[in-house]
């Protein structure tokens, strides 16, 4: 699939003119490719995010593969909680804030949706950029801005910023627990409730409808399912497929997200599948 394509020709329609679409690479050693584009930027001063799980997975890698070429790379690890977790919450938040340096030029965010709910929010705070390196193919949400945080018990979610590249390494994500793939196809599957939850909006509420939004979306969703087999068995097709749709969903919710005419969030959660309560 040519995500570059959908996504730009959707922003045509939408008549979008500065939606920025990240670097996208979902490919065998992409994280390779990070050295590249940081010195393009001219960055110096890298931090990587990380927690025990996936700093064995890609973190490990990333930071000594950085520090061949960079002088200042820092690695933070968030800490679990009393139940062995990674919660997305002021803990968590903190942690990250205090460790990030004022200088620092980038953040990198290796990990599956809590990883990157925290740096995200803590790089827009900042004023910082970063760099998403997923390594499950877990939730849609790599590419989008809002960051579901649990603050003072409550979860919500904040709209904050989304990566300027993303980076997907085929093989460590092929390697991630067969449940995170599957947490992601769910992600995918709840596509054929929200759509119907979109029409029936537009036809009871007169909520703002975009029929291009909706058939990229559908059409993404029936390539998952085309491909189920493959995915299920974790092949280098399969989560290349699954991968490449987490990433354009998340972009689908980042044009609508950025409309003057859909003023409520509600049309942007139930188009990628999420649950309003």
């Keep these: 699939m040519d995500i570059y394509t959908d996504i730009k020709r959707l922003a045509s329609q939408l008549k979008i003119s500065n939606f920025s679409i ?7 050693n992409a994280i390779l490719h990070i050295r590249e584009l940081i010195k ?13 799980n996936t700093y064995l997975a890609a973190g490990e890698k990333l930071i000594k593969f950085l520090m061949n070429d960079f002088e200042e790379v820092i690695g ?13 919450n002021e803990e968590s938040l903190v942690q990250v804030f205090i460790k990030t340096p004022n200088d620092a030029d980038v953040l990198i965010a290796v990990g599956s949706g809590t990883i990157h709910d925290i740096v995200r929010f803590v790089g827009h705070k900042m004023n910082i950029p970063f760099i998403s390196v997923p390594t499950a193919a ?26 300027i590249a993303v980076f997907a390494d085929i093989d460590v994500i092929k390697a991630a627990p067969r449940e995170m ?14 759509l119907l939850d979109w029409e029936i909006s537009k036809l009871v509420g007169n909520e703002p409808f975009h029929e291009g939004a909706a058939s990229l979306t559908r059409k993404a969703l029936e390539t998952c399912v085309e491909y189920v087999e493959e995915i299920s068995n974790a092949d280098e097709k399969g989560i290349t497929i699954l991968m490449n749709v987490l990433i354009e969903s998340g972009l689908v919710m980042q044009i609508l997200d950025s409309l003057d005419l859909l003023p409520e969030p509600s049309i942007i959660y139930l188009i990628i599948g999420k649950c309003i309560c």
């Design 138 to 163: 877990s939730v849609d949400g790599f590419t989008s801005k809002g960051a579901p945080l649990i603050l003072r018990g409550v979860k919500q979610t904040i709209q904050t910023a989304a990566p």
């Design 22 to 28: 990240p670097e996208i690479r979902v490919e065998k």
């Design 76 to 88: 933070i690890n968030i800490n679990e909680n009393e139940h062995g977790q990674v919660i997305a």
């Design 40 to 52: 393009r930027k001219q960055w110096k001063n890298i931090v990587v995010v990380y927690d025990q």
């Design 181 to 194: 793939a599957a947490a992601g196809f769910g992600d995918i599957l709840g596509k054929y409730t929200s």
